[in-house]
């Protein structure tokens, strides 16, 4: 299996100011013949299912702001939030779909407002 | 709009079997995507358990593939997972979802069901 590890546990931003949440992955999800990082972002806040935030590790989903961007390529990924607002509290997973044997998501970076 | 509500036991018992329902509206099950089931352990991070295609083609996860059956019925537009000999570390919310495809393989989840609390407990 491709192990997604994320950093940090969890972060603490002021509102307004940037967040950037790190996914790892245990070997490239980079698939040469089309140039595609096969990596997804979701958001879930409490009682809600995940919602998808980005795909293809830099598409942002229809209806996302666009404070929103994913940035990385090969086996390191990165989630920004460039300026915080009250209702982007939630926990953030990244997902790799390279590999049909086994999609797997990173742990979860929970984001707080400071 | 594509929506998913999952249905099913909110308890079952050890060693037996948990049989959870997908029922899709606004999207015909049949109109070439993958559709999923993933679960998360109260407090915890997510895992995939497997996804099938209309045709019937399935995906699962290989720590859970012996345990695991994903079927389709295209006439009631849903699909079922069977999840054999549960245990405590089954209970999860379960959830399930679309997978977008490319070229024939399930790739990210694009619309997600509510999810549905399963406690495995005698």
């Known amino acids: 299996d491709i192990v997604m590890t994320q950093s940090p546990d969890s972060l603490a931003v002021s509102l307004g100011e940037r967040a950037t949440i790190n996914c790892k992955s245990s070997q490239s999800v980079l698939y040469n013949s089309n140039n595609k990082n096969y990596l997804a972002w979701y958001q879930q806040k409490p009682g809600q299912p995940p919602k998808l935030l980005i795909y293809?590790?830099?598409t942002r989903e229809s209806g996302v702001p666009d404070r929103f961007s994913g940035s990385g390529s090969g086996t390191d990924f990165t989630l920004t939030i460039s300026s915080l607002q009250a209702e982007d509290v939630a926990v953030y997973y990244c997902?790799?779909?390279?590999?049909?044997?086994?999609?797997?998501f990173g742990g979860g970076t929970k984001v707080e407002i400071k | 709009q594509v929506q998913l509500q999952e249905s099913g036991p909110g308890l079952v018992k050890p060693s037996e079997t948990l049989s959870l329902t997908c029922a899709v509206s606004g999207y015909s099950i049949s109109s070439g995507y993958y559709w999923g089931w993933i679960r998360q352990p109260p407090g915890k991070g997510l895992e995939w358990i497997g996804s099938?295609?209309?045709?019937?083609?399935?995906y699962y996860n290989p720590s859970l593939k012996s345990r695991v059956t994903i079927s389709v019925d295209t006439s009631k537009n849903q699909f079922s997972l069977k999840l054999s000999s549960v245990t405590a570390a089954d209970t999860a919310v379960y959830h399930c979802?679309?997978?977008?495809?490319?070229?024939?393989?399930?790739?990210?989840?694009?619309?997600w069901g509510q999810g549905t609390l399963v406690t495995v407990s005698s």
């Open positions: 099938i295609y209309d045709s019937g083609s399935t």
């Open positions: 293809w590790a830099s």
């Open positions: 997902q790799q779909y390279y590999s049909t044997l086994a999609l797997t």
């Open positions: 979802a679309r997978n977008n495809i490319l070229t024939g393989y399930p790739l990210y989840f694009d619309y």
